[in-house]
C-alpha cells in the first residue's frame, strides 16, 4: 500500500518546499524539518492536507510521528487501516 | 474567560497594545476595538506633514484582535501564558487594503476561525471603520510555540 501513499505523500509536501529546496530532494528517508526545511506552520498545512486527501484524522499529539516520509507513510497506512 | 481577562492576557504593552475591547467572543469568531490616538508615536513619521495609520500596524491590530486574543480564549483551560511560558508568531497573511485609517479613527476587527489545529490558528479576519467600510480584510494564520522565543 505504501507505494501508493509514497508519490501521493510527494505531491502533497512539494508546494510547501522553500525556494531554495529541489523537490527532487524529497526521499522517504527525508526529514521534513531538518532536511527539507519545512517550518513548523507548513507542517500543519501538511498534516491537514495529508487528512483531506486520505480522508483519515490525525491527533493533535501525532504531529511528531510525521517527522520524516516514512514515518509519515507508516502513520497513514495505520490510519487507512483503522478504518 | 471574561473579556476584559483576554485583554489582560495579551503579552503586548504600550506602544504596542492594539486592542481596547474585545466586543464578541465565542469558539469560532470574536470581535473586538481599537482607537488609534493621534499621539502614537508613529503618527510623527508616516508621513511627514500627512499622519496615516501604516498598513503593518493595521495587520498588527488586526492580529492581536483576530488571532492572538481568539487564541488566548481557546486555550483558556490550558497552561498557556503568554507572558511566561509561551510565545506567538505570526506565519502568514494575505490581505487587501481597501481605505485608509486616519488619527482618532476607531476601528472594529472581526475574525471568524478556519481552524486551530496542532498549535496553528488560521482566521478570515477583516476591520471596518466607523462607517462601517471594510479598512482591510485578510487570511491571517499565526503560531503558538510553548517556551521562551529563543528555545
Same mark, same amino acid.
Given at each position: 500500500?505504501?507505494?501508493?501513499?509514497?508519490?501521493?505523500?510527494?505531491?502533497?509536501?512539494?508546494?510547501?518546499?522553500?525556494? =531554495?529546496?529541489?523537490?527532487?530532494?524529497?526521499?522517504?528517508?527525508?526529514?521534513?524539518?531538518?532536511?527539507?526545511?519545512?517550518?513548523?506552520?507548513?507542517?500543519?498545512?501538511?498534516?491537514?492536507?495529508?487528512?483531506?486527501?486520505?480522508?483519515?484524522?490525525?491527533? =493533535?499529539?501525532?504531529? =511528531?510521528?510525521?517527522?520524516?516520509?516514512?514515518?509519515?507513510?507508516?502513520?497513514?497506512?495505520?490510519?487507512?487501516?483503522?478504518? | 474567560?471574561?473579556? /476584559?481577562?483576554?485583554?489582560?492576557?495579551?503579552?503586548?504593552?504600550?506602544? @504596542?497594545?492594539?486592542?481596547?475591547?474585545?466586543?464578541?467572543?465565542?469558539?469560532?469568531?470574536?470581535?473586538?476595538?481599537?482607537? &488609534?490616538?493621534?499621539? !502614537?508615536? &508613529?503618527?510623527?513619521?508616516?508621513?511627514?506633514?500627512?499622519?496615516?495609520?501604516?498598513?503593518?500596524?493595521?495587520?498588527?491590530?488586526?492580529?492581536?484582535?483576530? !488571532?492572538?486574543?481568539?487564541?488566548?480564549? !481557546?486555550?483558556?483551560?490550558?497552561? @498557556?501564558? !503568554? %507572558?511566561?511560558?509561551?510565545?506567538?508568531?505570526?506565519?502568514?497573511? /494575505?490581505?487587501? @487594503?481597501? %481605505?485608509?485609517?486616519?488619527?482618532?479613527? %476607531?476601528?472594529?476587527?472581526?475574525?471568524?476561525?478556519?481552524?486551530?489545529? &496542532? &498549535?496553528?490558528?488560521?482566521?478570515?479576519?477583516?476591520?471596518?471603520?466607523?462607517? #462601517?467600510?471594510?479598512?482591510?480584510?485578510?487570511?491571517?494564520? #499565526?503560531?503558538?510555540?510553548?517556551?521562551?522565543?529563543?528555545?
Amino acid at each position: 500500500m505504501s507505494q501508493d501513499i509514497y508519490p501521493k505523500l510527494k505531491e502533497i509536501i512539494k508546494p510547501y518546499l522553500p525556494e =531554495d529546496v529541489n523537490p527532487d530532494a524529497i526521499s522517504p528517508e527525508s526529514h521534513l524539518v531538518t532536511d527539507l526545511n519545512i517550518n513548523s506552520t507548513h507542517l500543519v498545512d501538511i498534516v491537514l492536507d495529508v487528512e483531506d486527501a486520505f480522508d483519515i484524522t490525525i491527533e =493533535d499529539d501525532e504531529l =511528531d510521528k510525521m517527522e520524516t516520509v516514512n514515518a509519515s507513510i507508516s502513520l497513514i497506512e495505520q490510519k487507512l487501516a483503522m478504518r | 474567560m471574561t473579556k /476584559e481577562e483576554i485583554v489582560r492576557k495579551l503579552p503586548y504593552t504600550d506602544p @504596542f497594545l492594539f486592542v481596547d475591547t474585545i466586543t464578541e467572543v465565542s469558539q469560532k469568531h470574536i470581535t473586538g476595538e481599537y482607537t &488609534f490616538d493621534e499621539n !502614537l508615536d &508613529f503618527y510623527k513619521g508616516h508621513f511627514v506633514n500627512f499622519p496615516i495609520t501604516p498598513g503593518v500596524i493595521l495587520l498588527e491590530c488586526m492580529q492581536q484582535i483576530g !488571532l492572538v486574543s481568539l487564541g488566548i480564549y !481557546l486555550l483558556r483551560d490550558k497552561d @498557556f501564558d !503568554l %507572558k511566561s511560558n509561551s510565545t506567538v508568531a505570526m506565519v502568514e497573511n /494575505e490581505a487587501r @487594503f481597501y %481605505k485608509p485609517v486616519f488619527p482618532n479613527e %476607531k476601528v472594529t476587527v472581526i475574525s471568524d476561525l478556519e481552524y486551530f489545529r &496542532f &498549535f496553528k490558528l488560521k482566521s478570515k479576519v477583516k476591520m471596518l471603520n466607523e462607517a #462601517g467600510e471594510i479598512v482591510c480584510s485578510g487570511v491571517f494564520s #499565526g503560531i503558538l510555540k510553548p517556551g521562551d522565543a529563543k528555545s
